[in-house]
């Protein structure tokens, strides 16, 4: 039984696992889609809905400073407040999705995905009717 169980621990300790969301987040905010190991997707997924909510709904200076703290890089964050986050204002949830690749990694055999952001299907269709 799962009971009072807070969070998957991932086999790290807290410093070691807080920079394995910082990094993975920072990567994905970065280049829009990422490849990792399935746990890993599941893992920092969350983390990173929390981060574009945050990030559309307030622009204040102190949300700004709060997400600035959970990556890594200032060019991220200045991403996903200019770039990403204006996308999914009309969008309440599920800005990212986890894409099975076929393929497992050497070593391990640990089952490969691609963690990206969802493209936005309005802009698509509208372009297509035109």
């Not at 970065?30 to 190991?37: D, G, N, V």
């Not at 986890?98 to 497992?104: A, C, D, N, V, Y």
Request: charged share 35%.
């Amino acid at each position: 039984m799962r009971h009072r169980v807070g969070k998957k621990k991932m086999n790290r300790d807290t410093s070691h696992r807080s920079a394995l969301l910082k990094n993975l987040s920072t990567s994905l905010i970065e280049a829009e889609s990422i490849e990792t190991t399935i746990a890993k997707a599941k893992f920092v997924k969350p983390y990173v809905e929390k981060l574009v909510t945050k990030a559309k709904s307030d622009t204040s200076f102190t949300s700004i400073k709060r997400v600035s703290a959970k990556l890594n890089s200032k060019d991220a964050t200045r991403k996903l407040f200019t770039q990403i986050a204006p996308k999914y204002v009309d969008r309440n949830g599920g800005y990212t999705r986890i894409i099975k690749l076929g393929k497992f990694r050497d070593g391990d055999n640990s089952e490969m995905v691609r963690l990206s952001f969802v493209e936005d299907t309005k802009k698509i269709t509208k372009k297509e009717n035109e």
